[in-house]
């Protein structure tokens, strides 16, 4: 069955770009929308955006200025990339997916694994 | 933002007991609210979607109700793979938010 799976630095410096990338197996990435979601060591859980495999994106506004998404369809994968991080960003981030994106029609039926990424020096 | 707002935001139950968690959005978003139930080190798996609809492979002890601003999940006979912690969603508008979460604990 289809499977994500996230991967990335696990510890990235204040300042720096914590950059993800998520790869779809067993399965197509086309003509579905993929999140990434964060979950803080206190459990509370933030979508951060989505891009839909024509390139789309929708952002969170509180993150949309440091924030990009990128697809690559031949790869079957997805990529975050959050620059200027702080400590604030440390967290298990998952990538997700969603058949929709219209009101009401959001839930994230298949998930990755979770990958932490720790900012510190 | 709409916020999300869970209650309890943990809970003491036993095998058998039937058991429900409510959630309150800051706004009306229609019937748009999802559910979810994470375990210890897994990603969270998608339970209920717009409410009340079961995901496929979720047993049917588990239930949702509401509309507009309140909502509820209830499971009808707790099972041990039943503990675990539930958010509530909503997807009625971006940025999608939410709740903080109800962690079911063995009494």
């Known amino acids: 069955q289809v499977q994500l799976q996230e991967s990335g630095p696990g510890l990235v410096k204040p300042s720096e770009t914590l950059s993800l990338t998520c790869t779809v197996s067993?399965?197509?990435?086309?003509?579905?929308?993929w999140s990434w979601i964060r979950q803080f060591a206190g459990k509370g859980l933030e979508w951060i955006g989505r891009?839909?495999?024509?390139?789309?994106?929708n952002f969170n506004p509180s993150l949309k200025s440091r924030l990009t998404m990128s697809v690559d369809t031949s790869k079957n994968q997805f990529s975050l990339k959050l620059n200027s991080v702080t400590a604030a960003d440390t967290a298990v981030y998952f990538c997700?997916?969603?058949?929709?994106?219209?009101?009401?029609?959001?839930?994230?039926?298949?998930w990755g694994q979770g990958a932490l990424v720790t900012v510190s020096s | 933002d709409i916020q999300m707002t869970q209650s309890p935001s943990s809970l003491s139950a036993s095998v058998g007991d039937g058991v429900t968690i409510t959630c309150r959005a800051s706004?009306?978003?229609?019937?748009?609210l999802n559910w979810y139930q994470q375990k210890p080190g897994k990603a969270p798996k998608l339970l209920i979607y717009a409410t009340s609809n079961l995901q496929s492979g979720v047993p049917s002890r588990f239930s949702g109700g509401g509309f507009g601003t309140d909502f509820t999940l209830s499971i009808s006979s707790l099972q041990p793979d039943d503990f675990a912690t539930y958010f509530c969603?909503?997807?009625?508008?971006?940025?999608?938010?939410f709740g903080g979460g109800t962690k079911m604990e063995i009494k």
């Open positions: 969603q909503q997807s009625y508008s971006s940025p999608l938010t």
């Open positions: 067993s399965g197509s990435i086309g003509n579905y929308y």
């Open positions: 891009i839909h495999t024509s390139g789309s994106t």
């Open positions: 706004q009306s978003i229609r019937n748009y």
């Open positions: 997700a997916r969603s058949l929709s994106s219209a009101a009401g029609e959001v839930q994230w039926d298949l």
